[in-house]
């Protein structure tokens, strides 16, 4: 052939380029009307060469090109244009070493569906009626035939089948085409078999963990209808144990009753001991850290599925800058937590941490011990997740600044500071969760409402009560783009002499929350005491939140995805209730302190980034930029936190929300 004359040519020319070969500069393939080039292009070899600088180059094999032609013509078949024909392939130079493909295609006419037959669905009763019509309306008389869709269809009614109970159903199909009139016709026949129970639960692969434990771990009762998802929920179950490497979930006929199936879980025991070790530095505008981490965790300590985890991760943190140090000291959590499933019930969590921490605040530093109780279930295949924990803190302060200490009568009810410092507290979460996966969600909806309540019959010196509702959103817009939206509200209501825990109080600004201020700097600030000390923000009773994002794929990077994304955040966090005022708003010696969200003038930024996935998560990188209140107080006197502070640098792992 002509262009193989011409490659020969060009071979031979290009010198040592890839062992003769010359580099692919443009792929061009005209006549697509009907048809998602950018899909065709992922169906053949021919691959042009990426316009980033320094990326690696595409070369021509002397056979694609043809290869290319038949590959073209079935991707046009599988999709009803039995018709379509590459009337042309040509390879010309592009300078001295590369070339460009040209391919064009004559799309014909399509062939359209004539007819479907949805036959074996009578025995099913209304159930079997809706989905016959289901199948109809998604294969439509009149549409072009995709052998795919057909496929798709063909799969998804035997798994309605089996939804509905009938766990041996099958569906089989045929389709006759006749190319001269150009019609095909689709014949779907369903097998329908008994409807099933479960049987018997057996566990295979393990030799440390108890089967019987397992078995009871999956949720699977003898006698329940036969259901593929509560199968799929059991897997899940069982992998989240994460004493398993694999685990896979069958089911098999019962000898004796052809409607009782029995399920087999296979499983490949893991590691169960575990060192991870690591280390990094923080970098905010007004807090840098160098950190390292130790985490050991045993699996199945002690049997029972139970999982112990020991942390350690010491710090050292600067504060606002490790080359301007104004406030500088050692943190560290160490942390011992024991989970146990099954406990108090069936196919609930129960878990137990005890920690020590040592910690350095823009105001004070601390230290002391802190205990964890909770107990969680999940329900609706894990999509809906219940919780409640106890939790009790012991701190003592130390180089606290002065502002903090110069009236005792505005430390607990301003600041929401005592020394000794004791919280103890109920908290209550539920939460629904439709999104497609936990981690870098590209579609779905996420709820939760959290709750807490302190005082005196928690064993806490504060009494309140706290709310923070939770909203998030995520709109599939193409394969590569995500619309990411995001809303929280949160209001405490305090009790007694004391104002509302420093630490249990309302902040804003980080990589995972507003992202127009570093980390906890959105909030009411007063001066510190300490010369060259930034302003000391000292939370809130009352917060809102409002986030969105577009998230945009580029390409692969060493094999994982490279993204950017644009953001607005929009958020405010209100003052505490500081004296019994009417109005909403406090008069201190720091000046007026608004107890409410300003939702007229909210903080609003705007910015965007880079994303990197990684296996161990999205290495993300912001710049927020603040668009308004960066004077040093609102027209009405109200204070703006960080004024003149216009820009906010974030570096991060995994999403922030």
């Known amino acids: 052939m002509l262009w193989l004359a011409a490659l020969s040519s060009l071979a031979s020319c290009a010198g040592e380029a890839s062992q ?29 060469t990426s316009w980033i600088p320094f990326a690696r180059k595409k070369y021509l094999d002397p056979f694609t090109v043809d290869a290319d032609r038949e590959r073209v013509e079935a991707y046009y078949r599988a999709r009803g244009w039995f018709e379509a024909k590459v009337t042309a392939a040509d390879v010309t130079a592009y300078h001295s070493t590369g070339v460009d493909v040209h391919l064009v295609v ?30 109809q309306s998604k294969l439509k008389a009149g549409a072009i035939f995709d052998h795919q869709k057909y496929l798709d269809e063909k799969t998804r009614l035997e798994t309605q089948l089996k939804k509905l109970g009938y ?37 295979k692969g393990t030799e440390k963990v ?56 296979s499983v490949r025991e893991g590691t169960f001991r575990e060192l991870k070790l690591g280390g990094g530095i923080g970098i905010e505008a007004l807090r840098n850290d160098v950190h390292a981490t130790a985490q050991y965790t045993r699996r199945n300590w002690l049997g029972r599925l139970r999982t112990l985890k020991l942390k350690l991760e010491p710090a050292y943190v600067f504060i606002p800058a490790v080359w301007n140090v104004s406030r500088h000291g050692p943190a560290t959590v160490a942390e011992a937590q024991l989970t146990q499933p099954d406990v108090p019930w069936q196919l609930a969590t129960l878990k137990y941490t005890l920690g020590f921490d040592v910690g350095i605040d823009y105001g004070y530093q601390y230290f002391g011990p802190r205990t964890q109780l909770g107990v969680n279930r999940n329900f609706w295949h894990e999509h809906v997740q219940l919780s409640l924990s106890y939790n009790f803190q012991f701190l003592k302060f130390f180089s606290t600044d002065p502002t903090i200490l110069f009236n ?3 430390s607990g009810r301003l600041f929401g500071y005592v020394d000794p410092y004791r919280i103890g507290f109920w908290e209550e979460t539920v939460s629904l969760d ?29 009494s309140y009560e706290k709310l923070t509702p939770e909203i998030r959103g995520y709109v599939p817009l193409g394969r590569r783009v995500t619309f990411a939206m995001r809303g929280m509200f ?19 600004g980080g990589p995972n929350s507003h992202r127009g201020f570093n980390y906890n700097r959105m909030s009411i600030q007063v001066p510190s005491g300490i010369p060259g000390v930034p302003a000391l923000p000292i939370g809130g009773d009352q917060m809102v939140l409002l986030q969105g994002e577009l ?11 490279l993204a950017i994304a644009a953001f607005v955040d929009a958020g405010d966090v209100a003052g505490p209730k500081c004296a019994a005022d009417p109005t909403g708003v406090c008069q201190t010696i720091f000046g007026r302190i608004s107890t409410s969200v300003n939702w007229a003038n909210l903080n609003y930024a705007t910015g965007g980034g880079l994303r990197y996935r990684t296996v161990i998560g999205t290495i993300r990188v912001d710049l927020g930029i603040r668009l308004n209140r960066l004077s040093e107080r609102e027209p009405d006197g109200t204070p703006n936190p960080d004024p003149g502070q216009r820009f906010a640098f974030h570096i991060s792992v995994g999403e922030s929300f």
């Open 20 to 48: 003769g070969r010359p580099w692919v500069h443009k792929v061009r393939i005209d006549g697509t009307h009907h048809i998602s080039q950018s899909d065709l292009r992922k169906h053949i070899a021919l691959e042009q």
């Open 106 to 135: 004559d799309e014909g006419n399509p062939t359209r569906i004539a007819r479907v037959d949805v036959s074996g669905l009578e025995d099913a009763g209304a159930k079997g009626v809706r989905l016959q019509k289901q199948a």
């Open 167 to 203: 766990a041996w159903a099958t569906v089989d199909g045929r389709v006759e085409v006749n190319r001269d009139t150009r019609e095909a016709d689709i014949k779907l026949t369903a097998t329908l078999g008994l409807v099933s129970r479960f049987g018997h639960v057996h566990v």
């Open 210 to 265: 108890d089967p019987k434990l397992l078995a009871i771990h999956t949720g699977i009762r003898e006698g329940d209808a036969f259901d593929p998802d509560v199968l799929e929920d059991a897997r899940g179950k069982i992998y989240n144990l994460g004493l398993f490497s694999s685990v896979r979930v069958d089911y098999v006929r019962t000898a004796d009753r052809l409607d009782v199936v029995d399920v087999i879980v």
């Open 408 to 410: 005792p009568a505005l």
């Open 434 to 462: 439709l999104r497609d996966r936990p981690l870098d969600a590209h579609a779905g909806f996420y709820a939760s409402l959290d709750a807490e309540e302190g005082g005196v019959y928690a064993g806490g010196a504060f």
């Open 490 to 508: 949160g209001q405490m209501f305090t009790q007694g002499d004391l104002g509302s825990p420093v630490t249990r109080r309302f902040f804003l």
């Open 551 to 561: 998230r945009v794929d580029l390409f692969k990077l060493a094999g994982q995805w």
